[in-house]
């Protein structure tokens, strides 16, 4: 299976790197607008034809994958231009631009036959596959709350919001772990620097008094990775900056009972052990590759798929709504 990238800024790297140490595929063409990035990518891949034209790539006959490693405003176009030379299509999170776009994608892979992976990679890691079995095997318990924080000193986008860059890691997780879907969306933010939202929080409504919080920031003087999953049972803590035991689960909680003929409640607190599960220990984005090859050549519709990216998109533009209106409810 032959593949082309397009992009080599930020994250096409990394991608160009995995695809090139999986045995079953090789990567032939990489497009790239920047001189000094393909002048990197040169220096990397001596052997792989590196262009300034992206439809060398869209339009070789002997590409069957292209990889859209691009900002999200050229990944409607892009994509669109892939599925309709017959190649299946890898592309960065967000998905797209707008609901209306990825519905379009989806149709047009669907009529042309080609599948469509989005770049979800958290849901590869060893550690987001541990927290969905252990909120699938009930370990938790009846789920309360997810509570994320994603911020750093930067990178800033000049085409999106810190909510459309950063959010999706934690909107994918969610649509991966979580058993229900959200019903509404409040986020508020603010813009400082380049006008876009440098600093917003998002809050996620879902049946059964299930709320999810994430907050998202350019301007922390620090990196933080942090998740917070309170259930019945047991609550988790997942610490993506840890090298080691970055998944640790609390046997700690609440129970309430009311008192016979009394109007009082009585709140007994649990605290026991604390465990860190062994996880598996996997390059997410190689595996998440080599997963896209086997669901092409099996003709598997993959977990994160078109759908999958739609959904995560349609959160986004419920938030952006929610983030115009300041703050307002906004049904999904």
């Given at each position: 299976m032959n593949f082309g990238?397009?992009?080599?800024?930020?994250?096409?790297?990394?991608?160009?790197?995995?695809?090139?140490?999986?045995?079953?595929?090789?990567?032939?063409?990489?497009a790239e607008l920047s001189p000094a990035a393909r002048s990197r990518a040169r220096m990397a891949y001596p052997r792989i034809n590196v262009t300034a034209d992206a439809?060398?790539?869209?339009?070789?006959?002997?590409i069957d994958v292209i990889a859209v490693v691009t900002p999200v405003w050229t990944h409607y176009e892009l994509a669109k231009a892939a599925l309709e030379n017959g190649k299946h299509v890898f592309i960065e999170k967000p998905f797209t631009g707008t609901s209306a776009q990825g519905e379009e994608l989806i149709n047009l892979a669907l009529k042309k036959n080609l599948k469509i992976m989005v770049d979800h990679t958290f849901i590869f890691t060893g550690a987001v596959r541990k927290i969905s079995q252990l909120v699938n095997e009930g370990a938790l318990g009846k789920l309360y709350y997810y509570d994320s924080t994603r911020v750093n000193l930067g990178l800033f986008q000049h085409d999106i919001n810190v909510l459309w860059d950063l959010a999706p890691h934690d909107l994918s997780i969610m649509d991966y772990v979580m058993k229900t879907k959200p019903e509404a969306i409040v986020a508020t933010g603010?813009?400082?620097?380049?006008?876009?939202?440098?600093?917003?929080?998002?809050?996620?409504?879902?049946p059964?008094?299930?709320?999810?919080?994430?907050?998202?920031n350019w301007l922390s003087p620090v990196k933080v990775r942090t998740t917070l999953i309170g259930g019945e049972k047991r609550m988790l803590v997942w610490n993506d900056l840890e090298a080691d035991e970055k998944v640790k689960v609390y046997?700690?909680?609440?129970?309430?009972?009311?008192s016979d003929g009394i109007y009082e409640?009585?709140?007994?607190?649990?605290?026991?052990?604390?465990?860190?599960?062994?996880?598996?220990?996997?390059e997410a984005?190689?595996?998440?590759?080599?997963?896209?090859?086997?669901?092409?050549?099996?003709?598997?519709?993959?977990?994160?798929?078109?759908?999958?990216?739609?959904?995560?998109?349609?959160?986004?533009?419920?938030?952006?709504?929610?983030?115009?209106?300041?703050?307002s409810l906004v049904y999904l």
């Amino acid at each position: 299976m032959n593949f082309g990238v397009i992009g080599y800024g930020y994250w096409g790297p990394n991608v160009a790197r995995n695809l090139a140490s999986l045995e079953e595929l090789q990567v032939l063409a990489i497009a790239e607008l920047s001189p000094a990035a393909r002048s990197r990518a040169r220096m990397a891949y001596p052997r792989i034809n590196v262009t300034a034209d992206a439809s060398d790539v869209l339009r070789s006959a002997e590409i069957d994958v292209i990889a859209v490693v691009t900002p999200v405003w050229t990944h409607y176009e892009l994509a669109k231009a892939a599925l309709e030379n017959g190649k299946h299509v890898f592309i960065e999170k967000p998905f797209t631009g707008t609901s209306a776009q990825g519905e379009e994608l989806i149709n047009l892979a669907l009529k042309k036959n080609l599948k469509i992976m989005v770049d979800h990679t958290f849901i590869f890691t060893g550690a987001v596959r541990k927290i969905s079995q252990l909120v699938n095997e009930g370990a938790l318990g009846k789920l309360y709350y997810y509570d994320s924080t994603r911020v750093n000193l930067g990178l800033f986008q000049h085409d999106i919001n810190v909510l459309w860059d950063l959010a999706p890691h934690d909107l994918s997780i969610m649509d991966y772990v979580m058993k229900t879907k959200p019903e509404a969306i409040v986020a508020t933010g603010q813009k400082h620097l380049n006008g876009h939202e440098d600093v917003a929080f998002m809050t996620l409504y879902f049946p059964e008094n299930v709320i999810a919080h994430i907050n998202v920031n350019w301007l922390s003087p620090v990196k933080v990775r942090t998740t917070l999953i309170g259930g019945e049972k047991r609550m988790l803590v997942w610490n993506d900056l840890e090298a080691d035991e970055k998944v640790k689960v609390y046997d700690k909680g609440v129970h309430i009972t009311n008192s016979d003929g009394i109007y009082e409640m009585l709140v007994n607190y649990r605290a026991g052990d604390m465990w860190a599960p062994q996880l598996d220990q996997v390059e997410a984005l190689r595996h998440e590759l080599s997963y896209f090859v086997k669901c092409i050549s099996d003709g598997h519709d993959p977990l994160n798929d078109g759908r999958a990216g739609l959904r995560v998109v349609k959160m986004l533009e419920a938030a952006s709504d929610s983030l115009r209106m300041r703050g307002s409810l906004v049904y999904l």
